[in-house]
Nanobody
Framework: QVHLAESEGGSVQSGGSLRLSCTAS????????MGWFRQAPGKEREGIAT??????????NYADSVLSRFTVSRDKSGNTVYLQMPSLKPEDTTIYYC?????????????????WGQGTQVTVLS
């Protein structure tokens, strides 16, 4: 069973930055993609960044809402994925999730993913 452990989020002032991490364990396959999502109360879960598997392309993809602002990356082992979030805005306040699926390439659609982290709260104060 794949397990995803997310780091704690946090609370920052508007314009501040945070970095989230997501460490995966229990993989039984070599090709897997990783995605970051967020979901505000009463709203649908939104895919914001994905990272294709290394063997496929390692390509990152972003939603328009975070394009040119957030950066997704992975460590050398490939088991930990990061979401660097500079220049945070109050509207970025919500719960963030990571997810994974046995696939070389990713999609931003939440329904594509099989395994999810527990979610972590990010709060940006105005």
């Amino acid at each position: 069973q794949v397990h995803l452990a997310e780091s704690e989020g946090g609370s920052v002032q508007s314009g501040g930055s945070l970095r989230l991490s997501c460490t995966a364990s229990g993989y039984t396959y070599t090709e897997y993609c990783m995605g970051w999502f967020r979901q505000a109360p009463g709203k649908e879960r939104e895919g914001i960044a994905t990272l294709d598997s290394r063997g496929h392309s390692g390509r990152a993809n972003y939603a328009d809402s975070v394009l040119s602002r957030f950066t997704v990356s992975r460590d050398k082992s490939g088991n930990t994925v990061y979401l660097q979030m500079p220049s945070l805005k109050p509207e970025d306040t919500t719960i963030y999730y990571c997810a994974t699926r046995s696939s070389g390439w990713c999609r931003l659609q939440p329904s594509f993913y099989d395994f999810w982290g527990q979610g972590t709260q990010v709060t940006v104060l105005s």
